[in-house]
């Protein structure tokens, strides 16, 4: 599968940007999806993910409540919403698809997601 993120860019802190994800397979509504990132110097880390029928969500500590992630199987397209953005949100943040289909629960290891998108750069200046 091909998964094509955007939405990124330069914010100031305290503001909102949106990003999606769009995949390229039917199935793409068959899976978990999640959103890492990385910032420069730091390991990959998760960030957001969703189960398959968009019933389930998990956020790492420090973005819970101010992103939100969804997604619209009908558009192969899963969002990120990210508000109150603070200068460490700044990083390049990637989706990827879980490895298996119609799991229940969602994964926060980036081992358990095996189609990964080019990712988009997010900065938040202060």
């Known amino acids: 599968v091909q998964l094509q993120a955007s939405g990124g860019g330069l914010v100031q802190a305290g503001g909102s940007l949106r990003l999606s994800c769009a995949a390229s397979?039917?199935?793409?509504?068959?899976?978990?999806m999640g959103w890492f990132r990385r910032a420069p110097g730091k390991l990959q880390e998760f960030v957001a993910g969703?189960?398959?029928?968009?019933?389930?969500?998990e956020y790492r500590d420090s973005v819970k409540g101010r992103f939100t992630i969804s997604r619209d199987n009908a558009e192969r397209t899963v969002y990120l919403q990210m508000n109150n953005l603070k200068p460490e949100d700044t990083a390049f943040y990637y989706c990827?698809?879980?490895?298996?289909?119609?799991?229940?629960?969602?994964?926060?290891?980036?081992?358990?997601?095996?189609?990964w998108g080019q990712g988009t750069q997010v900065t938040v200046s202060s």
């Open positions: 990827a698809r879980a490895l298996y289909r119609y799991r229940a629960v969602v994964s926060t290891i980036s081992g358990r997601y095996d189609s």
């Open positions: 397979e039917r199935s793409f509504g068959d899976y978990a």
């Open positions: 969703v189960t398959w029928s968009g019933t389930r969500t």
